[in-house]
Structures are given as C-alpha cells and as structure tokens.
C-alpha cells in the first residue's frame, strides 16, 4: 500500500470500464503519466473478486455497467472494508445530473472524471486522490501498530498480573506454594471444620548439597521431596493436599480431609518421599525429622496449630526423633524452658545462684580429703532448679563461661574463709563444662586465666583446687587441652576426669593427658556389691589408675555395702550421699576437724 515515502508513480490502480477502448485509453494515459503498475477489469463482478484477491490503491470505476454497475461495485467493496478505512474509487462517468452524481457519493466515490477524458484533469485528480491515500494509509500504520503495541502491552501486563499471581502464591526457587498459600489453606479448612493435619518436615542433608552442587540442586531437591509428598498423600486420602515451603530446608503439609489420616499413614508417606535422588554429579538418599499436629484435637486456630507444630518439630530435632507427634506436655515444657532461659539472664544479678559443697572421703580412715563445689539455683517462681536442667541452658544460651567463672571464685573464696576461720583447708573441686572451655578459648580468655585469676583474688596457691573435667570436653580438642591442662598443672591445680568410664575412655589420651585423678560415675557405682558386671568394670577402672599413678574417686556411693565393696577393690576415695549430702558453706565448715591430717 502507498504511503507518503513512496512516490505516486508507484500506485496500484485498478481501471473498471465495460469500455474496452475507455480502458486503454486511460492506461494510455496513466502509463504516459508514469505509472507503472496499472490493472485492468471490464465486469463489475470481476473487479469486486480482483479487489478481493490482490490490494489496490485507487479504482477507477465506470457506473454505467453491464451486469452489477458502479453503484453495486462500491456497496459489496465498502461491506469488505475494515473498521475506519474509506474506498479509493473515482467515478468514470459520462453523467452529470445532480442525482448520479449523489448516488456515486452515497456509494463511497470520493471524486469523479468525465467523459471524454481530459488527460491534464485525469492525471491531476489521480494525483491528488493518491497523496491522501498514501496519508491515510501512514495515518492508518500508525494506527495499527499504535493497537499492535496497547494489544502487545495489554498482554504483558497480563502476564506480568499472572506472574504476580504465581509469585504471590509460590516460591520462586522452588516453584512451591509459599507460606501465603499454606497460611490461606490452612484458614480456608479450619473455617469449613474439616479435619487438618499438620506435618512440618525439615529435610537434612539441604546445605550439603547447596555446598556441593549449589542453591539451584537444593532448592530442585526441596521440590522434589514436596512434590513426592503431596503425590503420596493424595494416592492414601480424598481429601485436599497441599505440601510446600516454609523455610530454607522446611517444608509444611498441610491435608485437609472428612476424618484425621492414620499417623501411620503420614509417616509411611513421608518415608517414600525420602527416597533415593540425583542432583548433578551425586546421588543422595535424604533424610528429615519430622513435626505433626492434629486439628481440632491440637488446637483450633492457624497461629496456635503452626506454633505447636513448630514446637514440636524442634523438640522433635532435640531429641534426634524421625517423627513426633504433638503433647500438651512439650508446650508445657517449653513455656518451662523459656522462663528459665530468661531467668539465667538476671539470675546472676540477683543473687539467686549458690554454691553447696559435697564431702570427698578417705574410704579407709572415713576423714575428709575434699569438696566439690556444686551450683544450685534458686528461681523465685519455679523453685530449686536441677543442675541437669540449668547447665545445658545455660551452655545453649552462652552464659555458661560466666557462670563456671562465677563458681569458681565463689568456691575459692570459701576455702579462703575456712583456711582463715581453722587455718586449713582440703582442695575443692570445680566442674569445668565442655562448653564452658570451649566458650573461654573464644572468648580470647583461657581456663589458666580464669583459674589464675580466681586464686590470686583469694591469695591461694593452685593446690587449694582441683578442675574436673569431663572426657568430652578433652576430645574436642585433645592437643589443645592437653596445652591448656599442663599449664594448669603448673599452677599446682589438681585435675580430674569427671564421669570416667561412661565416654571415650581411650587409655591413648589418659596417657597422654596431665590428670592426677579419674572419678567413677556413679551409674557404675550403685549396687557395685552385688553386680558381678560392675564389680569387673570397677576393678577395670581402678588398675588403670594405679597403673598411670592417678586417684580413683568413687561418686554416687549410697550404701555400706558398696562402700565397703569399694574399699576392698582398693578405692581410695569416695563421695555420695552414705556420707553427706551436698551442704551449704557453713554446715561444711563444721567437717574441717575430720581432714586428713
């Protein structure tokens, strides 16, 4: 089609004239003129099917006719006319009464050329129909690509509404419901009262794999594991399915259905996802643990159902359990829990930590050879807290380091009072947690600081204490303890391997380690007198501490008959409660007569 870049000349023009002689005369002409691309038709019904076939830039139409005239010609061309076009004719007509020349207008003509044709007016009316041909059609591009470009955008736009939709709902990594769509789901089947489980996945293995194969395989195996999910479940339950992330390696299934799944069933299911998988160059089998919760059984509202399966999921980990399923005694214990992590932080504060001191006693003499110092809590609310509750608190919260560094000068500063109140004093012991070393060696500080630093505030000498250590705590780091161990022995500071016999109990490091002593656990001990097994282990132990020159302490002692068992193997030294049971600073001040002298 013409458009005002193209010249005239180059004009499709289609010539409709019954009249063959009037037909090559106006090719005559217009070929004269320099038009070069001129047709020609002598039917009316010929050149409706030549318009309809090929594109023309101007008609030249006759009205007088054969068959369908001029008049019939423009009413079928108009009805193939797009929506805001107009019909390029000029009327052919030897006419000039007002009517023909109305009609002609009516039908769509926009201008007329008479008989006999004058080829100045011919080639001028031409010329001049052409150029606002040629305006309308760049008008009429404009306009097309105009409604290409809105149509274009209105399609983006609802793609991008669609993408928005997805993205709203879906991880973009994953491609799975997102937390939005598992918290909607949830709502939309606890308003129906339909029955709701709840099973909260962590999957382990997720950062090996981002750290072997990168973020795109573990997010590829979280998908893979959430797909497998939903699919096992929908092939055991009619109800709806939903699986999907919840956190970095956390997924969320959530099946809503007329009656609870059989745990059983959820369980089975979550296995099968669990199944054998293939991201890039390796081959895993993953493994999780998982977190259930029943609704309306566990509760009856979103925030409290994904709060208890959360909890549990946790406790669940704690545990090192595959599977969990909720109990009003894990919330009740964690409320527990929180009150005492937020205790330890003002505990010290307020004075609500003190020491007791447990005898250590020479089996054969029944004198007194020592204390150990042990911490107690008083909480104002909960009452006296278990050391076996409190110490791992306060190891996972970071406060251990303060506390053994608390206990340490307390103790000491005991044995300064009673050294200044009798003028002597037997060594007391103070337990050195496995996070509490680890936690001073971060810290910048060292336990020979700590010690150093605890002794020359009282004005003793290192032989007024004694460090016990568990095994634990030496095989995290044996070379560094074994350092840190020589330097205390330096010092004069005694050191005991706490609960011997129930760790790594390796004679390799024993031999290596600078210990003077190694302590029995008490599980070992009790009812030692009438357990041949025991007896053996017993004796196991205490050959291997007169064998590297080391004390055998004996904790837990509770009846005459394993106390005096023990004396017979050849145990020197005893502590429990067939003596004294742990006692406040001055209750144990009253014992200083019965030291060894």
Not at 376 to 394: K, M, N, V, Y
């Amino acid at each position: 089609m013409i458009t005002p870049a193209d010249s005239p000349r180059d004009a499709r023009i289609l010539i409709v004239d019954d009249n063959r002689m009037n037909v090559d005369l106006l090719g005559a002409i217009l070929e004269g003129a320099g038009f070069r691309d001129v047709a020609s038709e002598t039917s009316g019904e010929r050149a409706v099917e030549r318009w309809r076939e090929e594109p023309f830039d101007l008609v030249l139409l006759d009205i007088r006719m054969p068959g369908i005239d001029g008049h019939e010609v423009m009413r079928q061309l108009n009805g193939d006319l797009a929506e805001g076009d107009w019909l390029p004719v000029i009327v052919l007509t030897a006419q000039i009464d007002p009517q023909t020349r109305e009609q002609a207008l009516a039908a769509g003509a926009l201008d007329f050329i008479t008989k006999p044709f004058n080829t100045t007016e011919v080639v001028q009316r031409i010329d001049n129909l052409l150029r606002v041909r040629a305006l309308h059609n760049a008008a009429h591009d404009r306009a097309e690509d105009l409604s290409r470009s809105l149509a274009d955008r209105v399609r983006t736009l609802q793609r991008t509404e669609q993408d928005l939709e997805h993205l709203a709902h879906h991880d973009p990594a994953t491609g799975l419901p997102n937390r939005h769509s598992l918290l909607r789901f949830i709502d939309g089947t606890i308003e129906t009262g339909s029955a709701l489980d709840l099973v909260m996945v962590h999957v382990r293995g997720h950062e090996a794999v981002e750290r072997l194969e990168g973020y795109a395989a573990a997010d590829l195996m979280l998908r893979e594991i959430g797909q497998r999910l939903r699919l096992a479940l929908e092939d055991q339950t009619p109800g709806r399915v939903l699986c999907g992330i919840w956190g970095s390696s956390t997924l969320l299934l959530a099946v809503a259905s007329s009656e609870s799944i059989a745990t059983s069933t959820l369980q089975d299911c979550l296995d099968a996802s669990m199944a054998h998988l293939r991201l890039g160059r390796y081959e895993i089998t993953p493994s999780a643990s998982a977190g259930h919760v029943r609704a309306p059984d566990h509760g009856r509202d979103t925030e409290e159902l994904i709060r208890r399966v959360s909890l549990t999921l946790a406790k669940g980990e704690r545990r090192g359990s595959e599977w969990l399923s909720f109990d009003p005694v894990l919330e009740q214990a964690a409320r527990r829990r929180h009150q005492l992590e937020y205790g330890l932080t003002v505990a010290r504060e307020q004075d609500q930590f003190h020491l007791l001191y447990q005898p250590k006693i020479e089996l054969a003499s029944g004198c007194l050879v020592g204390f150990e110092a042990l911490m107690r809590w008083e909480h104002p609310r909960l009452g006296l807290i278990s050391p076996a509750e409190f110490i791992p608190l306060a190891e996972n919260t970071g406060r251990i380091a303060e506390l053994g560094e608390w206990a340490l000068h307390e103790a000491l500063a005991a044995a300064r009072r009673w050294r200044e109140a009798s003028g002597h004093c037997p060594p007391i012991a103070v337990n050195v947690s496995t996070q509490q070393f680890a936690a001073l060696t971060r810290s910048g500080r060292s336990l020979v600081d700590a010690v150093e630093s605890a002794l020359k505030a009282n004005g003793l000498n290192g032989s007024a204490l004694e460090i016990e250590i568990t095994e634990t705590a030496v095989m995290h780091d044996v070379d560094a303890a074994v350092e840190e161990l020589r330097a205390l022995r330096a010092l004069g500071v005694s050191i005991a391997i706490d609960d011997f016999g129930t760790g790594y109990s390796s004679l390799a490091y024993l031999r290596r380690l600078p210990v003077t002593a190694i302590k029995i656990d008490r599980s070992l001990i009790d009812g030692v007198s009438a357990n041949p097994s025991m007896d053996t282990l017993a004796r196991a132990i205490l050959s291997v501490g007169r064998g590297f020159g080391l004390t055998t302490v004996a904790e837990g002692i509770e009846t005459e008959a394993d106390a005096r068992h023990l004396a017979k193997l050849g145990c020197p030294i005893g502590q429990g409660y067939l003596y004294h049971r742990p006692l406040a600073e001055t209750d144990a001040s009253g014992l200083l007569g019965r030291a060894c002298a």
